[in-house]
C-alpha cells in the first residue's frame, strides 16, 4: 500500500500564506511525479501544481506568482507555499503521486485524504 498524508492546512484571511506537506510512505518503488490538486465545493478536481522526479514543475494558471511547489526526493515528500492567498483558493487540496509499487509493472495514482483550506476575512 502507499499512504499520502497532508498537513498544513487551516484558516487564514486574504492575503496570507499557508505551508502543505505531504509524507508518502509504504511500498514505493519508484515515483514519477508528486503534486496537489484542489476541489472546492461544487467544482470537480483541478489541479493546482505538480512536480516531477526530475525537478519539471507544472502549476496551474490560478497559482502561478503565488504557489510554489518543492519536492524532498529522499523524504519522499512534497511542499506547497502558497501566499498571497485569495477567497477562490478555499478548497480540499489534495496530494498526489504517481509512481509505482514494488513488484508492479506500470505506475499508479494515489491520493491522500486532504486537507482543507479556507480564505475568509
Known amino acids: 500500500q502507499v499512504q499520502l498524508v497532508e498537513s498544513g492546512g487551516g484558516s487564514v484571511q486574504p492575503g496570507g500564506s499557508l505551508r502543505l506537506s505531504c509524507v508518502a510512505s509504504?511500498?514505493?518503488?519508484?515515483?514519477?511525479?508528486m503534486g496537489w490538486y484542489r476541489q472546492a465545493p461544487g467544482k470537480q478536481r483541478e489541479l493546482v501544481a505538480k512536480i516531477t522526479s526530475g525537478g519539471s514543475t507544472n502549476y496551474a494558471d490560478s497559482g502561478k506568482g503565488r504557489f510554489t511547489i518543492s519536492r524532498d526526493n529522499a523524504k519522499n515528500t512534497v511542499y506547497l507555499q502558497m501566499s498571497s492567498l485569495k477567497p477562490e483558493d478555499t478548497a480540499v487540496y489534495y496530494c498526489?503521486?504517481?509512481?509505482?509499487?514494488?513488484?508492479?509493472?506500470?505506475?499508479?495514482?494515489?491520493w491522500g485524504r486532504g486537507t482543507q483550506v479556507t480564505v475568509s476575512s
Open positions: 498526489y503521486l504517481n509512481g509505482r509499487r514494488s513488484y508492479t509493472p506500470t505506475p499508479s495514482d494515489y
Open positions: 509504504g511500498n514505493i518503488f519508484s515515483v514519477n511525479a
